[in-house]
C-alpha cells in the first residue's frame, strides 16, 4: 500500500487539531492591549507550545514516511494511535490554560506529551519491522539520541508539577521549562533523513 492516504489522512488531523487549539482562545472583551493581554497572554502561550509540538510532529511524521517503503495493518493503526494521543493537544492545552497551570493539568499535559512520544516510537519500530534491517529510514535514524532524551525530559516535568503546591510556583515553573525544552531540542534542524534523501 502506498503512503499517500495515510499522510493524507494524518495531515488533515493535524490540521484540525490546530484548527481547534486556536479556535479555544478567548476574545477580549475590551478593544486595548491591557484587555488582549488580561484575557488571551496565557492562552495565547499555551497555543504556541502545543502549535510547535504539532509542527514537530507534522514535520517528523513526514520525513519518515518519505523514506518508508512498505505501509501494513500494524503501521496504519500505529499511527492511529499517535493520532489518538495529538488529537488530545486541544483538551490538556484549554484546560491547562484555564485553570491558570495547577498541577493536575500540567501533569496531564505533560503526560499526554510522553504519551504522544511513545506513539512516534511504537510508529518508527513497527514501520523498522516491516523493513529490511539497512533500510534507508533505519540507517536515517542512527542513535537517535533526541528520541531517548526526549521521554526522560517529559517524566521529569510530570514528576516536577506534582509537587507544586499552587499555580505557577517553582514547580511548574520547572515543569514547564521541562516542555519547553524539549520543542526547542526537536526545533533544531534534524537532517537526518533530508542528508538521506538527497544522496538517492
Not at 482562545?25 to 504556541?48: E, K, M
Not at 520525513?63 to 503501521?75: A, L, S
Not at 489518538?84 to 505533560?110: E, Q
Not at 517553582?170 to 525544552?181: E, K, T
Amino acid at each position: 500500500m502506498p503512503t499517500s492516504r495515510l499522510e493524507a489522512f494524518s495531515d488533515g488531523v493535524l490540521a484540525i487539531v490546530i484548527t481547534i487549539m486556536v479556535l479555544q482562545l478567548q476574545v477580549p472583551a475590551g478593544n486595548d492591549w491591557r484587555a488582549l493581554w488580561d484575557t488571551t497572554a496565557s492562552g495565547a502561550l499555551t497555543y504556541l507550545l502545543s502549535f510547535i509540538y504539532v509542527g514537530i510532529y507534522w514535520n517528523n511524521h513526514h520525513h519518515m514516511f518519505q523514506v518508508t517503503e512498505r505501509i501494513t495493518g500494524g503501521v496504519l493503526w500505529a499511527n492511529l494511535h499517535l493520532l489518538f494521543w495529538l488529537s488530545l493537544f486541544p483538551f490538556v492545552t484549554a484546560w491547562m490554560d484555564r485553570t491558570h497551570f495547577s498541577r493536575t493539568p500540567v501533569m496531564v499535559f505533560g503526560i499526554d506529551l510522553l504519551a504522544a512520544a511513545i506513539a512516534y516510537t511504537v510508529l518508527q519500530r513497527t514501520i523498522l519491522r516491516t523493513q529490511p534491517a539497512d533500510a534507508p529510514l533505519a540507517r536515517a535514524l542512527g542513535r537517535d539520541l533526541k528520541g531517548k532524551v526526549s521521554p526522560f525530559l517529559y517524566v521529569a516535568g510530570i514528576v516536577a508539577a506534582a509537587f507544586s503546591r499552587e499555580s505557577l510556583d517553582a514547580a511548574i515553573w520547572i515543569a514547564l521549562a521541562c516542555f519547553v525544552a524539549v520543542a526547542v531540542v526537536w526545533l533544531v534542524p534534524d537532517r537526518r533523513i533530508e542528508r538521506l534523501l538527497a544522496e538517492r
